[in-house]
């Protein structure tokens, strides 16, 4: 069945803040650059845009319409003129309105989509717009008109239109905006509710995070890019499945992805997503004053801001707890799953140590999209040792993106977040020349894959970790000769290089491999090997990177086990040392704010006021930051206790706070997450 990624929701010049050079044969040449096979039209409703799209594409009799003229597209794109555009790219008409209406005595500022399956009925379309409000003023119009009203000129006018609500938890624009939203479909639509079947969920926010809210189970969740520029296409996007037409996309979003949508029905296989927090609205916020907030600390501040006193712009994050009815994301029988990327750009900006649009970084990019594909193939599909031909910090990366492990600097207020693959140590090594990882110490033994495609022998101590991806690469190259790396033999489940692993009688045994190698089979067969051995299932910890790991390897060690056998544990760091916290403490560590931090402290040093509670206030928080103990304000005999009293209770909630925790206290799936006091940001 025919597979096709389609982004369903750009902009042209006409819309504000766009690149001015945007035109329909760019956007082709970014599609194909991108790896997209069906892009949206964008801003169908502006006189300009509409005439340049007439001008420039024609209609198929599927719905879609095609280039007039397929050659020439790679003069579109100059610093990848010498390189071919393959594919085929179709657009559907497609565009976004913003509405401004007031309900329920509160305004209300709502973004949405409206597709239309031809010319035709987009003209009839605009033309019952033009008399609401001037169309020609922006791409994305706007509009006095209320959602439920827009919905239903749409389907007037063409009973196979379709809206979808866009960006749905952006804070100021959206559906169940925190700004200016309603808190659920029926109130927004009312009796049309059941006519929308889909919902774009938005930069900053995934799929899993929409699944805490059982009300959205029956809705498509889509991902588009919203791209102001042909650089931005194809940071989001759909995957499809089956016939390549709006009634078959439609159809396919309607029915879900069962495909039972009748004729011309297909699957909808699920979206290609940012990671949410480099959304800019995920967390909570004050831009201005550069106070990052996680949705626990904003609501102990009353949504305020600690810097000025004025509100936060409360986040996507905060927005989806507010109305989450599950505890857990539960995703929803029927409904596809989702891949997480950096687009590629930014991974080489990473690896280079430079600018994503610097001519260093697109002579890179012009490389490996010219030999290896488009931009969305390499990020997904193309193996990490053909990658590692060009560059083996960026084949690293990329193996490390796709297996989730990233370092995580949420967006908020309007501010995009930072997602890095590599720390400044490791950043500071490749970029001088030096291994990627520090080698393995003396003492362990370290299992690597040989040149027959087994994991291999022991190395000596020293040897490099990119010496080790050079023999993974090697093996990968020649699995014709004996397997696949790590594929079990009949006997015995594990391939000879694996039972040694399993087998070995070191008390420190590091395995290095790459994807596709075994780990996890050999981790659990090596668990299996030291339960068998007479360990405690209690006496074995496995700590993983990920709660989704961690929540694998339980699963499956639990298969294997009797139903009524303790399983070895098997958690991340994080879980693990809030867990201990709470069990110390008798209690989940409970985050002050500074304003109630500074009134403990002055309640535990009553002699101390004005400038002197302030100076003793700083000393405290300097010493904390460093980990030492503070000096005693004043002397010992005077009432040294009050006072370290005070720096512990402070100190003790400064440290409880922990950027990216769940309103449970378990950290978020955040690889690089770091424990710190988020009052100094204020």
Same mark, same amino acid.
């Given at each position: 069945?025919n597979r096709?990624?389609?982004?369903?929701?750009i902009h042209?010049?006409f819309?504000r803040?766009?690149?001015?050079t945007l035109?329909?044969?760019?956007?082709?040449?970014?599609a194909?650059?991108?790896?997209?096979?069906?892009l949206?039209?964008g801003d169908?409703?502006h006189?300009?845009?509409?005439?340049e799209i007439?001008?420039?594409l024609?209609?198929?009799?599927d719905?879609?319409?095609?280039?007039k003229?397929?050659?020439?597209?790679e003069r579109e794109?100059?610093?990848?003129?010498?390189?071919?555009?393959?594919?085929d790219?179709?657009?559907?008409?497609q565009?976004?309105i913003?509405l401004?209406?007031?309900?329920?005595g509160k305004?209300r500022?709502?973004?949405n989509?409206v597709?239309?399956p031809?010319?035709a009925a987009?003209?009839?379309?605009?033309?019952?717009?033009?008399?609401?409000g001037?169309?020609?003023?922006?791409?994305?119009?706007?509009l006095?008109l209320?959602?439920?009203?827009?919905?239903?000129?749409?389907?007037?006018?063409?009973?196979?239109a379709?809206l979808?609500?866009?960006?749905?938890w952006?804070?100021w624009?959206?559906?169940?905006?925190?700004?200016?939203?309603?808190?659920?479909?029926?109130?927004?639509?009312?009796?049309?509710?059941p006519?929308?079947?889909?919902?774009?969920?938005?930069?900053?926010?995934?799929p899993?995070?929409?699944?805490?809210?059982s009300?959205?189970?029956?809705?498509?969740?889509?991902s588009?890019?919203?791209a102001?520029?042909?650089e931005?296409?194809?940071?989001?996007?759909?995957v499809?499945?089956?016939?390549?037409?709006y009634e078959g996309v439609?159809r396919a979003?309607?029915?879900?992805?069962?495909?039972?949508?009748?004729?011309?029905?297909?699957?909808?296989l699920?979206t290609?997503?940012?990671?949410?927090e480099e959304?800019?609205?995920?967390m909570?916020g004050?831009?201005?004053c550069?106070?990052?907030?996680?949705?626990?600390?904003?609501?102990?501040?009353?949504?305020?801001?600690?810097?000025?006193?004025k509100?936060?712009?409360?986040? %996507?994050?905060?927005?989806?707890?507010e /109305? *989450?009815?599950?505890?857990?994301?539960? +995703?929803?029988?029927?409904?596809? @799953?989702? !891949?997480?990327l950096?687009?590629l750009?930014?991974?080489v900006?990473?690896?280079?140590?430079?600018?994503?649009?610097?001519?260093?970084?697109?002579?890179?990019?012009?490389r490996?999209?010219?030999r290896?594909?488009?931009?969305?193939?390499?990020?997904q599909?193309?193996?990490?040792?053909d990658?590692?031909k060009?560059?083996?910090?960026?084949a690293e990366?990329?193996?490390?993106?796709r297996?989730?492990?990233?370092i995580?600097?949420?967006?908020?207020d309007?501010e995009?977040?930072?997602?890095?693959?590599?720390?400044d140590?490791?950043?500071?090594?490749?970029?001088?020349?030096?291994?990627l990882?520090?080698?393995?110490?003396k003492?362990p033994?370290a299992?690597?894959?040989?040149?027959?495609?087994?994991?291999?022998r022991? %190395?000596?101590?020293?040897l490099?970790? /990119? *010496?080790a991806?050079q023999?993974?690469? +090697?093996a990968?190259?020649q699995? @014709?000769? !004996?397997?696949?790396?790590?594929?079990a033999?009949?006997?015995?489940?594990?391939n000879?290089?694996?039972?040694?692993?399993?087998?070995?009688?070191?008390?420190?045994?590091?395995?290095?491999?790459?994807?596709?190698?075994?780990?996890t089979?050999?981790?659990?067969?090596?668990?299996?090997?030291?339960?068998?051995?007479?360990?405690?299932?209690?006496?074995?910890?496995?700590?993983t990177?990920?709660?989704?790991?961690?929540s694998?390897?339980?699963?499956r060690?639990?298969?294997?086990e009797?139903?009524?056998?303790?399983?070895?544990?098997?958690?991340?760091?994080h879980?693990l040392?809030?867990?201990?916290?709470?069990?110390?403490?008798g209690?989940?560590?409970?985050?002050l704010?500074e304003q109630?931090?500074?009134?403990?402290?002055?309640?535990?040093?009553?002699?101390?006021s004005?400038?002197?509670l302030k100076?003793a206030?700083?000393?405290?928080?300097?010493?904390?930051?460093?980990?030492?103990?503070?000096?005693?304000?004043?002397p010992?005999a005077a009432g040294?206790?009050?006072?370290?009293?005070?720096?512990?209770l402070?100190?003790?909630?400064?440290?409880?706070?922990?950027?990216?925790?769940?309103?449970?206290g378990?950290?978020?799936?955040?690889p690089?997450l770091?424990?710190?006091d988020?009052?100094?940001?204020?």
């Amino acid at each position: 069945m025919n597979r096709f990624r389609a982004d369903l929701h750009i902009h042209s010049r006409f819309s504000r803040a766009t690149s001015k050079t945007l035109s329909v044969r760019q956007l082709a040449a970014w599609a194909r650059v991108k790896g997209l096979s069906l892009l949206g039209a964008g801003d169908f409703t502006h006189p300009g845009w509409l005439a340049e799209i007439e001008e420039t594409l024609s209609e198929g009799g599927d719905g879609l319409l095609h280039l007039k003229k397929t050659t020439g597209l790679e003069r579109e794109i100059p610093w990848l003129a010498d390189f071919p555009m393959p594919g085929d790219v179709r657009f559907m008409l497609q565009t976004e309105i913003s509405l401004i209406y007031k309900r329920a005595g509160k305004v209300r500022k709502i973004h949405n989509l409206v597709f239309m399956p031809g010319l035709a009925a987009v003209k009839k379309f605009n033309a019952k717009l033009a008399k609401v409000g001037n169309l020609a003023s922006d791409g994305r119009p706007i509009l006095g008109l209320d959602s439920r009203h827009l919905l239903e000129m749409a389907l007037e006018t063409d009973p196979g239109a379709f809206l979808v609500p866009a960006h749905i938890w952006t804070p100021w624009f959206s559906l169940f905006g925190s700004k200016s939203g309603f808190d659920s479909i029926e109130e927004c639509f009312g009796s049309l509710a059941p006519e929308i079947f889909a919902l774009e969920t938005g930069l900053s926010s995934d799929p899993e995070m929409n699944w805490l809210l059982s009300s959205l189970d029956r809705f498509r969740l889509i991902s588009n890019s919203d791209a102001h520029s042909g650089e931005k296409l194809g940071r989001e996007a759909n995957v499809f499945a089956g016939e390549m037409s709006y009634e078959g996309v439609r159809r396919a979003l309607k029915h879900g992805g069962r495909g039972d949508g009748g004729d011309g029905g297909g699957q909808f296989l699920g979206t290609v997503e940012f990671f949410p927090e480099e959304g800019k609205y995920h967390m909570d916020g004050h831009r201005a004053c550069g106070v990052v907030l996680d949705p626990r600390e904003s609501r102990a501040r009353g949504g305020l801001c600690p810097a000025c006193g004025k509100p936060l712009t409360i986040g %996507v994050l905060s927005r989806v707890l507010e /109305l *989450a009815d599950r505890d857990q994301p539960a +995703q929803p029988k029927d409904q596809p @799953g989702f !891949s997480s990327l950096i687009p590629l750009a930014e991974i080489v900006g990473e690896v280079l140590a430079c600018g994503p649009a610097t001519k260093k970084a697109k002579d890179l990019l012009a490389r490996l999209i010219g030999r290896l594909g488009p931009e969305l193939d390499i990020l997904q599909d193309v193996a990490v040792e053909d990658v590692a031909k060009y560059s083996r910090p960026l084949a690293e990366a990329l193996a490390r993106m796709r297996r989730g492990e990233v370092i995580r600097q949420p967006g908020y207020d309007g501010e995009f977040g930072r997602i890095t693959l590599f720390s400044d140590r490791e950043r500071r090594e490749f970029t001088s020349g030096r291994v990627l990882a520090a080698a393995p110490r003396k003492g362990p033994t370290a299992v690597k894959p040989d040149r027959t495609g087994q994991p291999g022998r022991q %190395v000596k101590p020293g040897l490099p970790d /990119l *010496a080790a991806n050079q023999l993974l690469t +090697q093996a990968a190259n020649q699995t @014709g000769q !004996s397997g696949q790396p790590g594929q079990a033999d009949p006997a015995g489940g594990l391939n000879a290089k694996q039972r040694e692993a399993v087998a070995s009688r070191n008390h420190r045994l590091l395995v290095v491999a790459g994807p596709g190698t075994g780990k996890t089979h050999t981790l659990i067969a090596r668990i299996r090997a030291l339960l068998d051995a007479g360990a405690r299932p209690g006496g074995i910890l496995a700590v993983t990177f990920t709660r989704r790991a961690a929540s694998e390897l339980v699963s499956r060690l639990a298969r294997q086990e009797d139903a009524a056998a303790q399983t070895p544990r098997a958690d991340t760091l994080h879980a693990l040392a809030f867990e201990y916290w709470t069990q110390a403490t008798g209690q989940a560590p409970v985050l002050l704010s500074e304003q109630a931090a500074r009134a403990l402290f002055a309640s535990a040093c009553p002699e101390l006021s004005g400038t002197k509670l302030k100076a003793a206030w700083n000393e405290h928080e300097i010493s904390r930051q460093r980990s030492v103990a503070p000096q005693p304000p004043r002397p010992a005999a005077a009432g040294s206790t009050g006072s370290s009293n005070a720096a512990g209770l402070a100190g003790s909630a400064g440290s409880a706070a922990a950027a990216g925790q769940t309103p449970t206290g378990e950290p978020e799936d955040a690889p690089g997450l770091r424990l710190t006091d988020t009052t100094d940001r204020a």
